[in-house]
């Protein structure tokens, strides 16, 4: 079993930054893909963005290229998602995933464990 706990949410103005992170209960997620999902009310869980603990391979959905970053640190356990040019539309709840395959998947049913979730709000 595998636990996740994120932290690093907030509100912050559009245009601003955050620096989510994930740190795991075990080391064995060195060998799992890690990804980042968000869901906003009343809207399906959506990918955000994965890495590969292997090779840094690194998956990002179209609509925060260029401005969100997936990272990790080996020795810390932990993988950071950092958010830049926040925007509104960004606000949801972001949470953590591993997938014991290890490939980058966009699907949220290909991530075998989650964590709590951390609250993203954008807003003037």
């Known amino acids: 079993q595998v636990q996740l706990v994120e932290s690093g949410g907030g509100f912050v103005q559009p245009g601003g930054s955050l620096r989510l992170s994930c740190v795991a209960s075990?080391?064995?997620?060195?060998?799992?893909?890690m990804g980042w999902f968000r869901q906003a009310p009343s809207t399906e869980r959506e990918f955000v963005a994965a890495?590969?603990?292997?090779?840094?391979?690194?998956d990002y959905a179209d609509s925060v290229k260029g401005r969100f970053t997936i990272s990790r640190d080996y020795a810390k356990n932990t993988v950071y998602l950092q958010m830049n040019n926040l925007k509104p539309e960004d606000t949801a709840v972001y949470y953590c995933?591993?997938?014991?395959?290890?490939?980058?998947?966009?699907?949220?049913?290909?991530?075998?464990?989650w964590g709590q979730g951390t609250q993203v709000t954008v807003s003037s």
């Open positions: 890495i590969k603990w292997g090779d840094l391979g690194t």
């Open positions: 075990t080391r064995t997620v060195i060998s799992y893909a």
């Open positions: 995933a591993a997938d014991l395959t290890a490939d980058l998947s966009t699907f949220s049913s290909d991530y075998d464990f």
